[in-house]
């Protein structure tokens, strides 16, 4: 079992950066994909970013230049650094885990309860 916890919650204005924490808890973390996924208000939940065990990383073209995931297996924890924030960028964003490398929901058993992000422009 993986137990996932988001903080991070912030309103910022546009423009400005932020950094997500995903804590987990469980013995298997190093071995897991984690990933990042965002819902907007009135929109389906949408990949983000994810990171597999040998730190490959896989961005949406949305985020890409922007966001930078990253973990840290010593202290089970994945990141989601967010530069340059949008209004767009305005959504729940979800921590997840996965035994497989992907960026479909479905692959990802294991979800967080979800952080609010809120970009003023």
């Known amino acids: 079992q993986l137990q996932l916890v988001e903080s991070g919650e912030k309103l910022v204005q546009a423009g400005a950066s932020l950094r997500l924490s995903c804590a987990a808890s469980?013995?298997?973390?190093?071995?897991?994909?984690l990933g990042w996924f965002r819902r907007a208000p009135g929109k389906e939940r949408e990949f983000v970013a994810a990171?597999?065990?040998?730190?490959?990383?896989y961005y949406a073209d949305s985020v890409k230049g922007r966001f930078a995931i990253s973990r840290d297996n010593d202290k089970n924890m994945a990141y989601l650094e967010m530069n340059g924030l949008k209004a767009d960028d305005t959504a729940v964003y979800y921590c997840a885990a996965a035994d497989q490398f992907g960026i479909r929901e479905g692959q990802y058993n294991y979800w967080g309860q979800g952080t609010q992000v809120t970009v003023s422009s």
């Open positions: 990171i597999s065990w040998t730190r490959r990383t």
């Open positions: 469980g013995r298997t973390f190093s071995s897991k994909t």
